[in-house]
């Protein structure tokens, strides 16, 4: 599946952004989207991701309560809304389609991948 990913931008410390990843070639189905982002000099870390089908969510503990996924099924659309963004949110990024996840601790990354987007969050 072919991931289309958009929203980034520049916002202030406390500020929101929304972000979108549509899947072109073929449904969603029966895989799990989500996010991962990876910060300068940092390894890409996991953020969230939602199972297509039945719709169950898993967030990095350390972003409940401030990121929520979810999905438009007419769309075949993925979102992030990112609120109170922090400076440490600063990252590119990336969607990403057949996520497992096992635990908070084991996530394994899907074989298909949008284009990262930037967000930058300033102080």
């Known amino acids: 599946v072919q991931l289309q990913a958009c929203g980034g931008g520049l916002v202030q410390a406390g500020g929101s952004l929304r972000l979108s990843c549509a899947a072109s070639?073929?449904?969603?189905?029966?895989?799990?989207v989500g996010w991962f982002r990876q910060a300068p000099g940092k390894e890409r870390e996991f953020v969230a991701a939602?199972?297509?089908?039945?719709?169950?969510?898993y967030y990095a503990d350390s972003l409940k309560g401030r990121f929520t996924i979810s999905r438009d099924l007419a769309k075949n659309t993925v979102y992030l809304q990112m609120n109170s963004l922090k400076p440490e949110d600063t990252a590119v990024y990336y969607c990403?389609?057949?996520?497992?996840?096992?635990?908070?601790?084991?996530?394994?990354?899907?074989?298909?991948w949008g284009r990262g987007t930037l967000v930058t969050v300033s102080s």
């Open positions: 990403n389609a057949g996520i497992q996840y096992y635990s908070n601790n084991y996530v394994r990354q899907g074989s298909s």
């Open positions: 070639g073929r449904t969603f189905s029966r895989y799990v």
């Open positions: 939602i199972r297509w089908s039945g719709g169950t969510i």
